[in-house]
C-alpha cells in the first residue's frame, strides 16, 4: 500500500499518544479519519475538535460506513496495547482489512524522506522534541511525530515543507525495527519491556540491530557508556566525543557549554531544567550541527524551548509553593526528576505522589523504584496502573511502600490523595507516572491555595 494513495484512515487506539500523531498526520492529509477508544481524555477530544471521528465503545455498530468494505484506498491502524478480543479489531481482520502497527506504518511515511529517528529506554521523548524544535525555529524545518505533546506548539504532531521527519523510534514491540533513519540517536538503554524481551539481553540486541538499519553514510549518535560501537558519543557528565562543560544554575535557569573536537558553543540557556535535559540537549544539538544549522540559531531555538507537557512540567510556580507533573515511570526516569527537583529547590521539603505502571514492570524493578523513591521526603504511593496487563499475584504497591525507608510514606486512593494534598498543603509538590495520575494534576492544583 503507498501512502499517497490512502484516504480512509480507521484507527484501534486513537487516543494513545503514538496513534494520535499519526492521526494528525492523515488528517492533515485531507483523509477521512475515525477510530475507537476505550475512555475519552484531553487528547481524544482535542482530535474530536480538530474532525476526528471517535467512539468509545467497542462495538461494530459504531464503525462508519465507509470502512464497512475493503478497499486499496482504506488502512487501518492499530496499537498492540489493544487487547485481542476487541470487537473492532476483529471484526477488521475477520473482514480481510489491510491491518497494520503504527510501527508499520511510520516506517511507510519514512521511507521516502531524510529521516531522524531517536530511541531510548528514557530521554527519547524530550530528545525528539528538541530536535524538532530546533529544526522548526531556525527555519531548517521539518515533519515531526512526537511522543508527547511539545508545549511551544500544543500538539505532537508537525508538519514541514520539506522532506525531512524527526521520528520517536519506539522499542516497545521491537517497534523502531521498521525504521530505517538517516541519522539515529539512542539515548539510554536501561532494562524495560522484559515481558516482551524476556531479559535485557535480549533488549539491548535489539537496539544493536536498530543502528544496523542506518541508511548507508547515515550518522549514529549515542549516550557514552552504552554497548554500541561507532558513531559519536555523547554526554553531559564526563568524556566522550561530544559533551556538556561548565553546567550551572543561575535564576533558576540551566546554562552549559557544548564542546566537541571541532566546535565550541559557549553560555547555552536551556528552557527546561536538569542534568539530564542538558545531556539530551547535547545530543540535539550535535544532530543539528550535521544538518548545517548555524550555532547562534541553535542557541536561540535551545532558549525559548518550553518544554513537553508532562515533562517537569510546572502546575504551579510561585514564592509560596511549587507543583511539577512529570511521566516519570521507570527508576531512571524517576531519579533524574528527583535529582532535578532537588537542584533547582535545596531544602524544600519534597512531597511526591507516585503511581506505578504496569505490574511486569514494578516487579522486574521493585528494589530500584523503592531505591529511588527513598529519595524524597514525603511519599503518596497510588495503586499500580495495570494499562494491557492483568494483576500478577504478589505484585502490589504495598509491596513498594515496604521497601521505601522514609518515615512519612503512605499508600492510598486516588480521592485519599487529594484530601491529604488538601490539608497538608505542601510547598514543594511533584506527580509522577505513566498511567492516569494526570487527571488527579487539576484537582490536585485546586487543592493546593497557593495565591
Known amino acids: 500500500m503507498e501512502v499517497n494513495s ?56 459504531t464503525i462508519p460506513e465507509v470502512f464497512r468494505n ?89 508538519i514541514g515543507k520539506n522532506n525531512v521527519m524527526v521520528v520517536e523510534a519506539d522499542e516497545y514491540d521491537r517497534s523502531f525495527l521498521q525504521l530505517h533513519p538517516d541519522i539515529a540517536v539512542i539515548t539510554s538503554m536501561d532494562a524495560d519491556h522484559l515481558d516482551i524481551y524476556g531479559d535485557h539481553k535480549k533488549f539491548e540486541d535489539s537496539f544493536q540491530l536498530f543502528t544496523s538499519q542506518l541508511k548507508p553514510g547515515g550518522s549514529l549518535i549515542y549516550k557514552n557508556g552504552l554497548s ?23 535564576g533558576g535557569n540551566f546554562y552549559f557549554d557544548f564542546v566537541s573536537t571541532s566546535i565550541k558553543i559557549e553560555n547555552i540557556l536551556i528552557g527546561i531544567p536538569g542534568h539530564h535535559n542538558v545531556e ?39 514564592e509560596k509553593q511549587v507543583f511539577i507533573d512529570d511521566y516519570a515511570h521507570h527508576p531512571t526516569e524517576l ?25 511486569s514492570r514494578t516487579r522486574d524493578f521493585a ?33 513498594l511502600l515496604e521497601n521505601v525507608t522514609i518515615e512519612r510514606k503512605i499508600k492510598c486512593g486516588k480521592q485519599e490523595a487529594v484530601e491529604f494534598v488538601r490539608r497538608h498543603q505542601p510547598d514543594l509538590l511533584l506527580t509522577v507516572g505513566a498511567g492516569d495520575i494526570d487527571t488527579l494534576v487539576q484537582p490536585f492544583k485546586n487543592a493546593l491555595s497557593y495565591a
Open 70 to 158: 475493503r478497499s486499496d484506498e482504506t488502512l487501518i491502524i492499530f496499537t498492540p496495547a489493544i487487547p485481542r478480543d476487541s470487537l473492532i479489531l476483529n471484526y477488521f481482520d475477520s473482514e480481510g482489512f489491510d491491518i497494520k502497527k503504527r510501527s508499520q506504518v511510520l516506517g511507510m511515511i519514512s521511507s521516502g524522506m531524510f529521516t531522524v529517528a531517536v530511541a531510548g529506554t528514557h530521554g527519547k521523548t524530550t530528545t525528539s522534541t528538541i530536535i524538532a524544535h530546533i529544526f522548526k525555529h531556525s527555519a531548517f524545518d521539518c515533519s515531526a511525530f512526537l511522543g508527547g505533546i511539545a508545549t511551544n506548539y500544543n500538539t505532537n504532531f508537525l
Open 228 to 250: 554500541l560501537s561507532g558513531g559519536t558519543t555523547y554526554s553531559a557528565f564526563g568524556e566522550a566525543d561530544i559533551r556538556a562543560e561548565n553546567i550551572r544554575v543561575d
Open 6 to 61: 490512502i484516504k480512509n484512515v480507521y484507527f484501534v487506539g486513537i487516543g494513545g499518544i503514538g496513534m494520535s500523531s499519526l492521526a494528525r498526520y492523515f488528517r492533515s492529509r485531507g483523509c477521512f479519519v475515525s477510530g475507537y477508544d476505550r475512555t475519552s481524555t484531553v487528547l481524544t477530544e482535542s482530535l474530536i475538535g480538530e474532525g476526528i471521528s471517535i467512539v468509545f465503545k467497542d462495538d461494530i455498530d
Open 335 to 359: 531519579h533524574a526528576c528527583i535529582t532535578a527537583v532537588r537542584s533547582l529547590y535545596p531544602g524544600r521539603k519534597l512531597t511526591t505522589v507516585f503511581q506505578p505502571h504496569l505490574f
Open 367 to 399: 528494589h530500584d523504584f523503592s531505591a529511588v523513591l527513598s529519595l524524597t521526603d514525603e511519599l503518596i504511593l497510588l495503586d499500580i496502573y495495570p494499562a494491557r496487563e492483568l494483576p500478577i499475584p504478589g505484585i502490589t504497591s504495598d509491596m
Open 280 to 318: 539530551n540537549a547535547i545530543a540535539a544539538i550535535q544532530v543539528s550541527l550535521l544538518v548545517g544549522i548555524a550555532p547562534e540559531k541553535i542557541k536561540r531555538a535551545l532558549a525559548e524551548f518550553q518544554g513537553i507537557k508532562r515533562r517537569f512540567e510546572y502546575i504551579i510556580k510561585t
